[in-house]
């Protein structure tokens, strides 16, 4: 069932949606890869992968985590040269020494981080690298409107680029690539950063591109996203490149399994497949069944504890004075999971950050069981049994340069510590132990932080944080970011388990499928204000969805 | 012996062998280079290193001297290193030991001090200095998290006022000036009482090699050891590679920031204690006359390893004496002195970057 056997041929070379349907055509492929290997020392980072990529093609590359797909973009941008194989670009042999090579042999690459340079004006952030001499600003100005244009985009080429939005800034990126007109254009997790709403036109740009003639790839982990826009998609498990199916047959449930070699358990495929219809089945109507039938909460108690994290009408402006939290108030029963809904920017930012101690609200209290922590320090809040699983991982959840070992005893060092001296064996000892029971994949204690997939370092977060003795509140701001089908289900199987042990859970997130799968309630924030509560149900997510791009209920 | 034991010395020889040659022979070359402007610039060239020789290691008092200067250069490089893990750069190393030469002297100048008993008179006064040196070195991390001033700039400017209040110190009579008399009416402290001076090594007044070095050798130790076993290291180096993280960790960053300046800062002041205490004697205008920027150059090339600065600190202590020797025996232009240095500094760091990038080809 390999994609390589549907070589039925479309002679008129049809434009538009229609070519949904049409399987690859005979002409020579822009990009052809056979028995393509990278390795890095004894890892085998991609293996014999082969890769045909054909004009006017959208193809997704889908896998876990560190199976192979940053790799296999690197290599055909030129960043990485490969251990064996070929790679052909138009027909001819094609062996980029770096990303230059790469450029001016047609390839483009669109990174995740954005490669711009905030302070500049569009105009001047497309000339960098290209200018000679003399800067011909508005002719330039011209040409990138007139680009853009050809692909529907709309770029104002005298804005700044700090003051555009994360959807703006990424259309910019998209735009400086197609100005060299390239035959291939490589996405790297495009949609990682964009807010729900940004993501559909998004991806018709991308279809825009294809009708024009170019090819693409897109790597993503969403299926949704797959689903609607994907000619072909190529399935990448640890390193190999083990199925390639043309959209228009797939079985998104064959798709998932080939990706991740084993089959995923109920509610949580929904989860990853971003469909809201297979979550539909695992719920019920009402808050009460719905969480015990997916065992959400422990046997209900009667006497009411009291709630394991109250938020009091907090407020916060930012520096520049702007209100940012405007009177939040939610509380967290123990035992129970509160999502909080929102398009990214809607203050959910800030509510992780005073949280987790690196931030101080201007007004308002909050309160962990009994005790006040509106001022308290990130070690108080530890010390108080809050977990945080923050949104940035890289620069607020780990100290990336660092070992795992390093990284999971950083909190609790004194622990390791004997005469002022760290004893590294028990440091050792403990991680092995943390490793094994949050099964961090390829990793040691003495591994780079920073060398571990996504989803592996939020694993080792996780690990560190649900370990605290008690946990009484876990905070976790966007724990799914960037993770792959596989991660989400055990992220949320760790979740759940600290849940199922008592401790509360306040659960910040832009994905709204999952946090309904998860959560027991959802507060809606909108413009710093929660405009709503209500069970986590499927009957809800409409009202909730409506809340989320501020239309009243 | 075994085939494993066998085998280790080996590759131990084979690994680092560009590392030993690249740079001696870029050092070599340095001084090739150096002569050379010697030459055309009209200097004897063979009076030229017999200077040097003589100068840095013709004699036990020459060598005692170098060592001596070692000792400085290396306790400011020290401080330096344990500043650098937690990413900060303290490039004050001349105030701090300017500091520390004030207040040494102060306390060691003090009433009733050169008459304490069990070694005080000494340790009272090197205590003063490393203090002195310590809060110069406080003040910038105070700076740095009060008010977010770069401790670069912070620790360079406070240079300039340290080196001022100095010569402030020395030109007041209510401060440190030697009361106007018969036998001296120069800008300069009065000498410091014998029983406060460093004692001598050996003992033997020919050779000037002070306790100081035996202090160095054990700080040094200690510092490799607390970069690399102690928390307080590991801490360090966390919130050098991400303060953010680091906070979110418990770490108390601002604090650990303002300890480490201020630990940079001692090792500065205890230099410039002991560089008045055991060699110069009394305080007087320029004093540190450029250890504390030799020594931040001393930090720099040793990349964060205590024996790195232990290694660079007595070739620049040799060189030192080598240089100043050629400037008044041989005639040799100061200038050209310092240009040799500063090639030595370039073909250091060069081999180096040189090394690394043979490293990675491999």
């Given at each position: 069932?390999?994609?390589?056997?549907?070589?039925a041929?479309?002679?008129?070379?049809?434009?538009?949606?229609?070519?949904?349907?049409?399987?690859?055509?005979?002409?020579?492929?822009?990009?052809?890869?056979?028995g393509?290997t990278?390795?890095?020392?004894?890892l085998?980072?991609?293996?014999?992968?082969?890769?045909?990529?054909?004009?006017?093609?959208?193809?997704?590359?889908?896998?876990?985590?560190?199976?192979?797909?940053?790799?296999?973009c690197?290599?055909?941008?030129?960043?990485?040269r490969?251990?064996?194989?070929?790679?052909?670009?138009?027909?001819?042999?094609?062996?980029?020494?770096?990303?230059?090579?790469?450029?001016e042999?047609?390839?483009?690459?669109?990174?995740q981080?954005?490669?711009?340079?905030?302070?500049?004006?569009?105009?001047?952030?497309?000339?960098?690298?290209?200018?000679?001499?003399?800067?011909?600003?508005r002719?330039?100005?011209?040409?990138?409107?007139?680009?853009?244009?050809?692909?529907?985009?709309e770029?104002?080429?005298?804005?700044?680029?700090?003051?555009?939005?994360?959807?703006?800034?990424?259309?910019?990126?998209?735009?400086?690539?197609?100005?060299?007109r390239?035959?291939?254009?490589?996405?790297?997790e495009?949609?990682?950063?964009?807010?729900?709403?940004?993501?559909?036109s998004?991806?018709?740009?991308?279809?825009?591109?294809?009708?024009?003639?170019?090819?693409?790839?897109?790597?993503t982990?969403?299926?949704?996203?797959?689903?609607?826009?994907?000619?072909?998609?190529?399935?990448?498990?640890?390193?190999?490149?083990?199925?390639?199916?043309?959209?228009?047959s797939a079985?998104?449930?064959?798709?998932?399994?080939?990706?991740?070699?084993?089959e995923?358990?109920?509610?949580?495929?929904a989860?990853?497949?971003?469909?809201?219809?297979?979550?539909?089945?695992?719920?019920?109507?009402?808050?009460?069944?719905?969480?015990?039938?997916?065992g959400k909460?422990?046997?209900?108690?009667?006497?009411?504890?009291p709630?394991?994290?109250?938020?009091?009408?907090?407020?916060?402006?930012?520096?520049?004075g702007?209100?940012?939290?405007?009177?939040?108030?939610?509380?967290?029963?123990?035992?129970?999971?509160?999502?909080?809904?929102?398009?990214?920017?809607?203050?959910?930012?800030?509510?992780?950050?005073?949280?987790?101690?690196?931030?101080r609200?201007?007004?308002?209290?909050?309160?962990?069981?009994?005790?006040?922590m509106?001022?308290?320090s990130?070690?108080?809040?530890?010390?108080?049994?809050?977990?945080i699983?923050?949104?940035?991982?890289?620069?607020?959840?780990?100290?990336?340069?660092?070992?795992?070992?390093?990284?999971?005893?950083?909190?609790?060092?004194?622990?390791?510590?004997?005469?002022?001296?760290?004893?590294?064996g028990?440091?050792?000892?403990?991680a092995?132990?943390?490793?094994?029971?949050?099964?961090?994949?390829g990793?040691?204690?003495?591994?780079?932080?920073?060398?571990?997939?996504?989803?592996?370092?939020?694993k080792?977060?996780?690990?560190?944080?649900?370990?605290?003795?008690p946990?009484?509140?876990?905070?976790?701001?966007?724990?799914?970011?960037?993770?792959?089908?596989g991660?989400?289900?055990?992220?949320?199987?760790?979740?759940?388990?600290a849940?199922?042990?008592?401790?509360?859970?306040?659960?910040?997130?832009?994905?709204?499928d999952?946090?309904?799968?998860?959560?027991?309630?959802?507060?809606?924030?909108?413009?710093?204000?929660?405009?709503?509560?209500?069970?986590?149900?499927?009957?809800?997510?409409?009202?909730?969805?409506?809340?989320?791009?501020?239309?009243a209920? | 012996m075994?085939?494993?034991?066998?085998?280790?010395?080996?590759?131990?020889?084979?690994?680092?062998?560009?590392?030993?040659?690249?740079?001696?022979?870029?050092?070599?070359?340095?001084?090739?280079?150096?002569?050379?402007?010697?030459?055309l610039?009209?200097?004897?060239?063979?009076?030229?290193?017999?200077?040097?020789?003589?100068?840095?290691?013709?004699?036990?008092?020459?060598?005692?001297t170098?060592?001596?200067?070692?000792?400085?250069?290396?306790?400011?490089?020290?401080g330096?290193?344990?500043?650098?893990?937690?990413?900060?750069i303290?490039?004050?190393?001349?105030?701090?030991?300017?500091?520390?030469g004030?207040?040494?002297?102060?306390?060691?100048?003090?009433?009733?001090?050169?008459?304490?008993?069990?070694?005080?008179?000494?340790?009272l006064?090197?205590?003063?200095?490393?203090?002195?040196?310590?809060?110069w070195g406080?003040?910038a991390?105070?700076?740095k998290?009060?008010?977010?001033?770069?401790?670069?700039i912070?620790?360079?400017l406070?240079?300039?006022?340290?080196?001022?209040?100095?010569?402030?110190?020395?030109?007041s009579?209510?401060?440190?000036?030697?009361?106007?008399?018969?036998?001296?009416?120069?800008?300069?402290?009065?000498?410091?009482?014998?029983?406060?001076?460093?004692?001598l090594?050996?003992?033997?007044?020919?050779?000037?090699?002070?306790?100081?070095?035996?202090?160095a050798?054990?700080?040094?130790?200690?510092?490799a050891?607390?970069?690399?076993?102690?928390?307080?290291?590991?801490?360090?180096?966390?919130?050098?590679?991400?303060?953010?993280?680091?906070?979110?960790?418990?770490?108390?960053?601002?604090?650990?920031m303002?300890?480490?300046?201020?630990?940079?800062?001692?090792?500065?002041?205890?230099?410039?204690a002991?560089?008045?205490?055991?060699?110069?004697?009394?305080?007087?205008?320029g004093?540190?006359?450029?250890?504390?920027?030799?020594?931040?150059?001393?930090?720099?090339?040793?990349?964060?390893?205590?024996?790195?600065?232990?290694?660079?600190?007595?070739?620049?202590?040799?060189?030192?004496?080598?240089?100043?020797?050629?400037?008044i025996?041989?005639?040799v232009?100061?200038a050209?002195?310092?240009?040799?240095?500063?090639?030595?500094?370039?073909?250091?760091?060069?081999?180096?970057?040189?090394?690394?990038?043979?490293?990675?080809?491999?």
């Open positions: 069932m390999t994609g390589q056997t549907a070589t041929v479309d002679p008129l070379q049809t434009t538009g949606r229609a070519s949904r349907v049409r399987a690859p055509d005979v002409r020579e492929p822009v990009l052809d890869l056979a393509i990278k390795s890095f020392g004894a085998t980072a991609l293996s014999e992968a082969a890769l045909e990529v054909h004009a006017g093609e959208v193809l997704c590359l889908l896998g876990e985590n560190g199976a192979g797909k940053s790799t296999l690197n290599l055909i941008y030129g960043v990485f490969p251990t064996g194989g070929e790679m052909r670009l138009g027909g001819a042999a094609y062996a980029p020494a770096d990303p230059k090579a790469a450029l042999a047609g390839v483009g690459m669109v990174h981080h954005f490669s711009v340079v905030p302070s500049m004006t569009v105009v001047d952030n497309l000339l960098l690298g290209r200018s000679r001499g003399i800067l011909h600003r002719l330039f100005a011209e040409e990138i409107r007139a680009r853009a244009a050809e692909f529907g985009l770029v104002d080429p005298w804005r700044v680029v700090k003051d555009m939005s994360v959807g703006e800034r990424q259309r910019l990126e998209i735009v400086k690539c197609l100005m060299r390239p035959r291939l254009l490589l996405l790297d495009p949609t990682a950063v964009l807010p729900p709403e940004e993501i559909g998004f991806l018709d740009v991308c279809r825009r591109i294809a009708d024009g003639g170019g090819a693409l790839i897109l790597v982990h969403k299926l949704a996203e797959v689903a609607k826009i994907a000619d072909r998609t190529a399935i990448l498990r640890a390193g190999r490149i083990v199925d390639t199916v043309p959209m228009a079985d998104m449930k064959a798709i998932v399994q080939a990706m991740i070699g084993r995923l358990g109920g509610a949580t495929v989860v990853g497949l971003d469909l809201a219809e297979h979550a539909e089945a695992a719920e019920t109507d009402e808050l009460p069944a719905s969480a015990e039938a997916s909460i422990p046997a209900a108690t009667k006497s009411r504890p709630d394991v994290l109250q938020i009091d009408a907090l407020t916060y402006r930012d520096r520049n702007a209100v940012r939290l405007d009177e939040i108030t939610v509380e967290v029963r123990p035992g129970k999971i509160l999502g909080i809904a929102g398009v990214e920017g809607n203050g959910q930012s800030e509510l992780g950050l005073i949280l987790a101690g690196l931030e609200p201007s007004a308002g209290r909050w309160f962990v069981g009994d005790r006040e509106t001022r308290a990130p070690a108080e809040i530890t010390a108080a049994g809050v977990g699983v923050p949104e940035d991982r890289h620069a607020v959840g780990a100290v990336v340069e660092m070992s795992v070992a390093e990284n999971l005893c950083l909190q609790n060092l004194a622990q390791y510590t004997r005469f002022g001296l760290v004893r590294r028990a440091m050792t000892a403990a092995k132990d943390l490793i094994a029971r949050y099964d961090v994949r990793a040691g204690p003495e591994t780079r932080f920073a060398s571990l997939s996504g989803g592996n370092q939020q080792v977060v996780l690990a560190r944080e649900l370990t605290l003795d946990l009484v509140l876990l905070v976790a701001a966007q724990p799914t970011r960037g993770l792959d089908v991660a989400v289900e055990t992220v949320y199987g760790h979740i759940r388990s849940c199922g042990r008592g401790a509360g859970v306040l659960l910040i997130s832009s994905e709204l999952e946090l309904i799968a998860v959560s027991d309630r959802i507060a809606v924030i909108y413009r710093g204000r929660i405009v709503g509560e209500m069970p986590a149900t499927q009957k809800n997510r409409e009202a909730i969805g409506a809340l989320m791009s501020g239309h209920a | 075994s085939g494993a034991a066998s085998s280790a010395p080996a590759s131990g020889l084979r690994i680092p062998a560009p590392g030993v040659v690249i740079p001696l022979a870029a050092i070599a070359a340095s001084f090739v280079v150096g002569f050379a402007l010697m030459a610039t009209g200097s004897n060239i063979g009076a030229a290193i017999g200077a040097f020789a003589q100068g840095a290691f013709g004699s036990a008092y020459a060598i005692g170098s060592l001596n200067r070692a000792v400085a250069l290396g306790l400011v490089g020290l330096f290193i344990l500043a650098e893990r937690a990413n900060l303290n490039v004050g190393g001349e105030g701090q030991i300017a500091m520390g004030i207040f040494s002297t102060a306390v060691a100048l003090y009433g009733g001090v050169k008459g304490l008993p069990y070694g005080l008179a000494v340790l006064p090197l205590l003063a200095g490393t203090l002195a040196g310590a809060a406080a003040l991390g105070v700076m998290i009060r008010f977010g001033t770069n401790e670069v912070s620790t360079l406070l240079n300039f006022i340290a080196i001022l209040l100095v010569y402030w110190s020395v030109q009579v209510h401060l440190l000036r030697q009361p106007a008399s018969f036998a001296g009416t120069l800008p300069q402290s009065l000498q410091v009482p014998p029983s406060t001076t460093l004692p090594l050996t003992g033997n007044p020919a050779d000037p090699l002070h306790i100081g070095a035996a202090v050798v054990v700080l040094a130790i200690v510092t050891l607390v970069l690399r076993r102690s928390a307080f290291g590991l801490r360090l180096k966390a919130i050098g590679l991400s303060p953010t993280a680091s906070h979110r960790a418990g770490i108390r960053t601002d604090a650990l303002v300890s480490v300046l201020a630990l940079s800062g001692a090792f500065g002041g205890l230099a410039g002991m560089m008045l205490l055991g060699d110069q004697g009394y305080l007087t205008a004093f540190s006359s450029g250890y504390g920027f030799d020594g931040l150059v001393v930090g720099l090339l040793a990349r964060g390893s205590a024996a790195g600065v232990a290694a660079v600190a007595i070739f620049f202590g040799f060189l030192r004496s080598g240089g100043i020797s050629m400037q025996s041989a005639h232009p100061a050209l002195v310092t240009i040799v240095q500063g090639m030595i500094v370039v073909a250091i760091a060069g081999s180096a970057i040189l090394i690394e990038r043979m490293g990675r080809r491999a």
